[in-house]
């Protein structure tokens, strides 16, 4: 019997174990892809704590996966044995709900997230609906790719459907494994490019990263905006509420602030504070499969990469600790 190694958490909270694991060919419409490299994403841990409803047990974590398709399942006609691949959050759609019959594939009542719907991408092989996959561009290694199906789309997108233009102030908050992203993104797009984080460690990297201003969260955030001419937009990429509420003040007339930091902490902002300058907030999910390919298209043409650190897949339980305790460098990338 064919197998491989994968990352199993057999209870909530549970350590990540290195397991041997049964490799079977893939159904209708699936795919089995050999792993090149895996993303360390912050919503992993939500997914090891049991965070999410409907979870099963064992778990392996990991939704930022890159590849090479190594069986294909019937009835897959677009793909090939030998493509190389990226499956991002985006884990799969239905095509016959009612939000795939109106086109919006990422609110598809029946869609798929890798780690939740099926086993995730801390492994050496993965099976994955054929609507999941991402053509990845030559110029991406699968490390450089497999952080564009999570972090890559999510900032790259959000920030694409803003109303924004070029030259506008567009403010991100959070100089990690996403506002690393969307800085570099939100310069590339041609925004003034504002880096907000707490304290000043990351001030150096937000400007190598093309930031064209930092500002210290540790002081009063809105008045610091307004003091650069207010901004239209803030991405907040932190999941932390209250730092999310102290941008408000620093918008623009309809500005926006869109928040792609998960938490479930309420927003302490108060309807006040969006009447008069008439803004909105607004959330965003990361994006559908051709998405992330489009992310990589841009990330190709403007430089766009993820600062990665990459770690063999027998340390994922020490990469995940990195992340847990904060200690992660911008993106830890697991290599099969
Ligand atoms: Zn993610
Ligand atoms: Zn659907």
């Known amino acids: 019997m064919p197998s491989h190694k994968a990352v199993h958490v057999k209870t909530a909270g549970g350590p990540l174990e290195l397991v041997d694991v049964e490799t079977t060919s893939p159904t209708r419409g699936e795919v089995r892809i050999d792993v090149g490299a895996c993303g360390i994403c912050g919503t992993d841990a939500h997914f090891v704590a049991g965070a999410f409803p409907g979870m099963s047990w064992p778990l392996t974590p990991g939704h930022e996966i890159a590849g090479t398709i190594a069986e294909i399942g019937e009835g897959v006609e677009d793909f090939a044995v030998g493509d190389r691949v ?201 994006g559908t499969a051709k998405e992330v390919e489009e992310t990589m298209h841009f990330a190709v043409l403007s430089g766009v990469r993820a600062w990665i650190e990459e770690l063999p897949l027998s340390q994922a339980a020490e990469g995940y600790e990195a992340l847990e305790q904060g200690r992660a460098r911008y993106r830890t990338v697991l290599t099969m």
Not at 134 to 162: K, Q
């Open 86 to 286: 990226a499956v991002g959050w985006f884990g799969g759609n239905c095509n016959h709900c009612d939000p795939c019959r109106k086109g919006i594939f990422i609110h598809c009542a029946n869609g798929k997230v890798p780690s939740w719907q099926y086993p995730g991408g801390y492994a050496e092989s993965v099976t994955v609906p054929a609507t999941a996959l991402a053509r990845i561009p030559a110029e991406l290694s699968d490390a450089e790719a497999a952080p564009m199906g999570c972090a890559g789309v999510t900032t790259y997108n959000a920030l694409r459907h803003t109303k924004a233009l070029p030259g506008d102030r567009v403010a991100i908050l959070g100089v990690g494994g996403l506002g690393h992203l969307g800085v570099q993104f939100a310069r590339a797009m041609g925004f003034e490019t504002i880096a907000i984080n707490r304290g000043t460690a990351k001030a150096d990297d937000a400007r190598k990263l093309g930031a064209h201003h930092y500002i210290d969260a540790t002081g009063d955030v809105s008045e610091a905006l307004k003091a650069l001419g207010g901004v239209s937009v803030v991405l907040a990429t932190t999941g932390n509420s209250q730092a999310m509420a102290a941008t408000i003040g620093g918008l623009l007339p309809r500005g926006e602030l869109v928040a792609i930091g998960v938490t479930p902490e309420p927003l302490p902002i108060s309807p006040s504070q969006l009447i008069t300058p008439a803004v909105s907030i607004v959330g965003h999910p990361s």
